[in-house]
């Protein structure tokens, strides 16, 4: 088998033409906008203005179902494996709908997922959340994942990558533990798919989402749900809509049967142009390869990480590159006048508390970090 074509980073950066106006360094928070995804949302709304409704049943439910299917491909995940859902907390609520709290009344989650996981289940009168701690504000120890889960345990929530670190959790181990005891594994992939390989099938996780916000270049308004094979004829959400239906175009409102697939998990009509968008960024991120992609960002954090060290910022990283992704928080009291002052001079970086934080991509270049780092050098 020929050796992949390496890919032109450099290249890369004219489809993203905000990268000529400003250094760009926030992907964890919104990808940058591509030329092929405007393209793709024009293409929807040029078939809107020429087909008017018809095409819903010409064109736009298939390109539904090719997000569907480059999504399974991104996650190496069964067909008919993967939902659509509008935001995360939607997919979750579908998912919470569909399980047995009385004798598993058990979610285990962590203090350092974002908040839409949590709040989910706090919530639920029903439910007991089990908030693990961490230590260092930069990751959970297996073990307390081993410690906590038991057979009162309905489900394990946590992060692929968690948000305000970027330290990578071993899925397939929390998945692993979670299974010992009987319970279910879902994993939040929205810091994670596009930037770090995905494999739903060798980590044997449940539930996995993620959306195009951020890593995969989609922006706003739709989530993929990968839902288990052998749990989807098991489980029925109770927060469903016509979407979910067998026979969606009976419009039968005297019965409900749900999918076969895991549309089960759908709800009511999706947003056309985010669905557009969505499919075109993870063509773009199957196009040049998420492997690739993965190796260009090791470079760049390294790159930028040596850099912030070489004037002694604070750092919140594991020092391991390989369990570390693509965002490197930067500890300062001063961090929302700091993105503030950098965002004036074009520089686009974010902020959670008590830290800056930045988000290198395969699109960003060493040139950017070293600008960057001048500018920072001002509030060392």
């Known amino acids: 088998m020929d050796a992949p074509t390496p890919v032109d980073w450099l290249r890369t950066r004219a489809d993203f033409p905000t990268l000529g106006r400003k250094i760009y360094l926030n992907t964890c928070s919104l990808g940058a906008l591509s030329t092929q995804v405007r393209a793709a949302v024009n293409r929807h709304l040029d078939l809107w203005e020429e087909y008017g409704a018809a095409a819903w049943y010409t064109i736009w439910l298939a390109e539904c179902a090719a997000l569907r299917a480059a999504t399974e491909r991104l996650f190496n995940a069964a067909p008919g494996s993967v939902a659509l ?7 979750l609520s579908t998912i919470g709908s569909a399980l047995d709290y009385t004798q598993r009344p058990k979610i285990i989650t962590t203090a350092l997922d974002f908040p839409t996981i949590p709040y989910q289940w ?19 120890p297996l073990e ?7 057979e009162r345990t309905a489900l394990v929530a946590t992060s692929h990558v968690f948000f305000a670190s970027g330290t990578i959790q ?26 770090i390989p995905v494999d739903v099938a060798a980590d044997d996780v449940d539930f ?26 098991q489980l029925e959400p ?10 969606q175009f009976a419009f039968d409102v005297a019965s409900f049967s749900y999918a076969p697939d895991a549309r089960r998990f759908e709800i009511g009509t999706p947003a056309l142009a985010a669905v557009y968008a969505a499919h075109a960024g993870i063509q773009l991120i199957l196009e040049h390869g998420v492997a690739a992609i993965r190796q260009r960002e090791l470079q760049l954090v390294a790159d930028l ?18 369990q570390h992704a693509g965002i490197v928080m930067i ?10 002052e950098l965002a004036a001079q074009n520089i686009i970086v974010d902020h959670r508390p008590g830290h800056v934080r930045v988000s290198p991509f395969f699109y960003n270049t060493e040139e950017e970090h070293a600008i960057l780092v001048a500018q920072m050098l001002r509030y060392r």
């Open 305 to 322: 990480v040596g850099r912030l060290r070489e004037i002694d910022c604070a750092l919140t990283m594991v020092d391991d590159p390989q």
């Open 122 to 140: 706090l919530a639920r009168p029903d439910v007991e959340v089990v908030m693990l701690p961490s230590d260092d504000g930069i990751s959970v």
């Open 144 to 150: 307390r994942y081993a410690a906590a889960i038991d």
């Open 170 to 195: 071993p899925a397939r181990e929390i998945a692993a533990l979670a299974h010992a005891k009987g319970a279910l594994c879902l994993i939040d992939g929205y810091q994670a798919a596009g930037q």
């Open 331 to 340: 500890r300062t009291a001063s961090h929302a006048q700091i993105v503030s």
């Open 208 to 233: 996995y989402l993620s959306g195009g916000l951020k890593w995969l270049l989609g922006g706003t308004g739709i989530v993929e749900l990968y839902v288990r094979p052998e749990l989807v004829a």
């Open 238 to 247: 109770t927060v469903t809509g016509w979407f979910a239906h067998e026979r």
């Open 85 to 91: 859902a509008p935001s995360v907390g939607v997919a």
